[in-house]
């Protein structure tokens, strides 16, 4: 099938040399974006003023609310802007604060929940709640069974599952999910910040209470994201101040960052076009890595995935070697969430699947984007397989070694 986006590369100048293959972590600017830039930055004037300075950023506000409304199925005023996915997972998380009435103590989230959710359970836990986490399958789904035990009815205030994950791309079963969740009276959060763009979004569909999302794994600037809350969702805000946003985040707004995500939101023919190209692009990439590598597995595989992430375990080798070696070679790809790197720490993510850290260790993130074209893909198998075959070499790794990883460092 010929490439409807060939020749529409979106990535900037500086990198057209480099294959950047870490969409997950973030994304590089759309370019119809960047020209518009200027124009929305000359809307100056602080959105809350009355004068005639003040309207043209409220007009860029209010488009650009309307346009991400439109797009996730919500109402304008049923949206808060916020700094970003961090920003929006802790809002609702330390809400729960202030809305749980006892005996509502008790939180659910799983365990495969990006650290702005689990740090922040962290804290609510610390402030005497209780924190569950519900468990994995290994295919990266996470185990109802687990959830419909773990529920209390009548106690539980919160039940917070991803809608899909950022390092194995794995989609949860999020209406299922809703469904037990408001049966034991809980209400329900979703992270959909890897989800916004790649696969259609409809919050009203999937019936949660709150959505998070943000702006820069879209294509747009970074410090703008919002988070979804239900008409009649309880909520405190986390900045207080001069009743922006409804009283619900105060803080004079990013309106350049928030314009560039409502530009975004706008264009819904181009992420229907786009998701379809990556999917293709993705599947290709994993069928000839798969033919060309030995022993390489993909986590997630066979479940309902994003149609951009393949999560690549590959034995004999070590993710961060082979990360910096393949950025020596002109390519950005990741150990899991970029959050993390530096961290000499398998992904928490691929231990809470029940990956062993061997495995964990030896695991790549690889994440196609708009801009990812064929000839990127041919020439990222080519150079990974060089890669994988020295390392391997230096290990003396056998092909089929790993039959039992778990007893054996993926290194050794
Ligand atoms: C699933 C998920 N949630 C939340 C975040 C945090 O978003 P932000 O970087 O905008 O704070 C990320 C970013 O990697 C993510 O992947």
């Known amino acids: ?36 830039l200027l124009e929305w930055a000359d809307d100056w004037g602080n959105p809350s003023s009355i004068h005639q300075e003040g ?29 970003g996915g961090s920003e929006s997972n802790n809002l609702v998380l330390k809400s729960i604060q202030t809305f749980a009435n006892e005996p509502k103590r008790h939180i659910l989230l799983s365990s495969l929940e990006h650290p702005s959710l689990k740090r922040a359970a962290e804290a609510m836990a610390r402030a005497g709640f ?20 773990k529920l209390r009815p009548g106690q539980t205030a919160l039940v917070s ?9 794995v989609i949860q079963p999020l209406s299922e ?35 998070s999302f943000a702006g820069h794994k879209f294509y747009a600037l970074k410090g703008a994201g919002v988070l979804y809350v239900a008409k009649g969702a309880p909520l405190e805000p986390l900045i207080y101040g001069g009743g922006q946003e409804r009283h619900r985040r105060g803080g004079t707004e990013n309106v350049l960052a928030i314009a560039s995500l409502g530009y975004m939101a706008s264009k819904a023919g181009e992420i229907t076009e ?16 798969l033919s060309s590598i030995a022993d390489v597995s993909i986590n997630g595989a066979g479940e309902k995935r994003l149609p951009s992430t393949s999560s690549l375990l590959i034995p004999g080798t070590d993710g961060e070697t082979m990360l910096m070696a393949l950025d020596m070679e002109g390519f950005a790809v990741s150990t899991g969430a ?25 695991s790549l993130r690889v994440g196609v984007g708009w801009g990812t074209t064929d000839s990127d893909i041919d020439r990222f198998v080519l150079t990974l397989k ?24 993926c290194l050794t």
């Open 130 to 149: 209780d924190v569950e986490l519900i468990r994995a399958h290994r295919s990266g789904v996470i185990d109802l069974e687990d959830l419909e035990a």
């Open 1 to 36: 099938m010929a490439n409807p986006t060939q020749g529409r590369n979106i990535q900037t100048d500086s990198t057209k040399d480099r294959v950047y293959l870490d969409h997950n972590a973030t994304t590089p600017l759309h370019p119809e974006v960047r020209s518009r």
């Open 55 to 83: 309207r043209g950023p409220k007009a860029r506000m209010r488009e650009a609310r309307d346009s991400i409304a439109k797009i996730l199925g919500a109402h304008p005023l049923e949206l808060i802007f916020t700094a």
């Open 338 to 362: 970029a959050c993390s790197s530096g961290s000499p720490e398998p992904s928490p993510v691929l231990l809470a699947m029940g990956l062993t850290r061997a495995e964990a260790q030896c």
């Open 274 to 289: 786009r998701a379809a190209e990556m999917a293709r692009l993705r599947d290709r990439f994993e069928a000839e890595v």
């Open 386 to 409: 060089k890669v994988v075959d020295r390392l391997r070499g230096l290990k003396g790794y056998k092909v089929g070694q790993l039959k039992r990883p778990e007893e054996s460092s």
């Open 161 to 169: 599952v991803m809608l899909a994950n950022n390092e194995t791309g």
């Open 177 to 211: 999910i809703v469904r037990m969740a408001k049966a034991a009276g809980a209400r329900v959060h979703t992270d959909a910040v890897q989800a916004l763009g790649k696969v259609p979004v409809n919050v009203r569909d999937l019936g949660v209470d709150y959505a």
